[in-house]
């Protein structure tokens, strides 16, 4: 499962402004094999970021089983090489949001999230501002940068309640 959404987070700026001035460390490793690529930094629920989101999540039909257990901001800087991933390979029922937190964006930017389809073929989400993808945390996908500017994805990790351990 793959779901688009735009234009369901009102506070684009604020949260621009937020993401851009917090702390990064190096690198996520969504799998033990797997090298860190990025920056990191993980998001306060007093955030402005976390709050919008979450609040999202609460109010959307697709994620009414879900809860929040992790929530983080990715940056990726100019032609930043990264690698292919599952986000949760363990778990039943687990999905990822993403939120791209850019506020401007053209095609020859690139930065598309890339999803590896059950005939092997690619499928790719363009990270329009605001834009809010989720799914399935077990598909294979890959970031890519933006070819100019820093590249700031919010993430969210969600579980579906009836696997809650």
Known sequence: ???VLDNKINNTKEIYDEVISMPYYYG????PEKEPTGLISDL????ITYRSIAQFIKN???LKKFYIYRAYVNIFSPRE???FHQDDYQHLKSKTLLYYANLDWNIDNG???KFVSENNTLISVLPVP???IIFDADM?????SFTNKHRFTVAFKLKNEDYRR
Do not use: F, N, P
Request: charged share 40%; hydrophobic share 20%.
């Open 140 to 144: 294979k996908h890959s970031a890519s």
């Open 81 to 83: 090489v990264c690698s």
């Open 130 to 132: 605001g834009r809010i």
């Open 1 to 3: 499962m793959l779901d």
């Open 28 to 31: 996520e490793k969504d799998q």
């Open 111 to 113: 930065g598309e999230t």
């Open 44 to 47: 306060s629920k007093k955030s």
């Open 60 to 62: 959307e039909k697709l």
